[in-house]
């Protein structure tokens, strides 16, 4: 009589990669949400003409802090969003966020100081964004349109670090090769 064997599928985790996109989506959404979808900068609308007598047909939400910073939280941070027309967020060569990043910082100065200083007190801060964890926690605080608590991310960090195993060196690969190679020769 065989035995069956059951093989048990485990759930394939979730990419760091996919994820990640996933929350910049929802910081985009939330972000949009947030200023009903109006450009914070001029007060444009979704729906309203353009200079051109077109309607406008989005709004854009930009990071203060570049989103391209390693492990810096506030790329997931509403905090750190802005929602701007594509006038102001790209193409005004003198009122662009993009262009004229002192137009930014002089506008959030006067417009929303309590952002500015979040993102003055935490643009240097770091957090392991590969902990499934502190993403879980981003993905929570976004979904509630909250601003983001850093240290409670970093207290979760500590809690719950992530195993990261050490790539074996080119070294340490020659030395288990000679290891072996010494030994089946001293067998013979």
């Given at each position: 009589m065989k035995k069956k064997i059951i093989k048990i599928k485990k759930k394939k985790l979730e990419s760091i990669p996919r994820?990640?996109?996933?929350?910049?989506?929802?910081?985009?959404?939330?972000?949009?949400?947030?200023?009903?979808?109006?450009?914070?900068?001029?007060?444009?609308?979704?729906?309203?003409?353009?200079?051109?007598?077109?309607?406008?047909?989005?709004?854009?939400?930009?990071?203060?802090?570049?989103?391209?910073?390693?492990?810096?939280?506030?790329?997931?941070?509403?905090?750190?969003a802005v929602v701007v027309c594509p006038l102001h967020h790209k193409f005004s060569c003198v009122e662009s966020f993009h262009r004229s990043p002192v137009v930014t910082i002089d506008w959030l100065i006067k417009h929303h100081p309590e952002r500015y200083n979040h993102i003055l007190k935490h643009f240097k801060d770091t957090v392991d964004l590969q902990n499934r964890e502190v993403l879980r926690e981003i993905e929570a605080c976004l979904n509630e349109g909250k601003t983001l608590d850093i240290d409670k991310l970093k207290e979760i960090e500590k809690l719950n670090p992530r195993e990261v195993k050490p790539p074996k060196s080119k070294a340490t690969l020659f030395d288990e090769f000679k290891k072996s190679s010494s030994s089946s020769s001293s067998e013979s």
């Open positions: 994820i990640n996109r996933r929350l910049f989506k929802l910081w985009s959404e939330k972000a949009r949400e947030r200023a009903n979808n109006t450009c914070e900068y001029c007060g444009r609308k979704v729906g309203d003409l353009n200079i051109d007598g077109k309607p406008l047909t989005k709004v854009d939400s930009h990071h203060i802090q570049s989103r391209k910073v390693k492990d810096n939280p506030l790329k997931f941070d509403l905090s750190n």
